[in-house]
């Protein structure tokens, strides 16, 4: 009879790639995420100096 061969080592791989490529994803969506922020805190600050200047004219 053949013996079964053992492949644990490359399930544990599998695990750790399919976790790390996941890790890389949620970080990638908390950068993104910060960014939107600063982006609609910019867009909100420009959007009050114009309506400060646009009420002085």
Known sequence: MEAIPDTSGYMIAGY??????MGIYVFSLYLRN?????????????????????KKK
């Open 16 to 21: 750790v790639f399919a976790f790390v490529v």
């Open 34 to 54: 910060s960014n939107l922020k600063r982006d609609a805190e910019t867009l909100d600050s420009l959007q009050a100096e114009q309506s400060s200047s646009s």
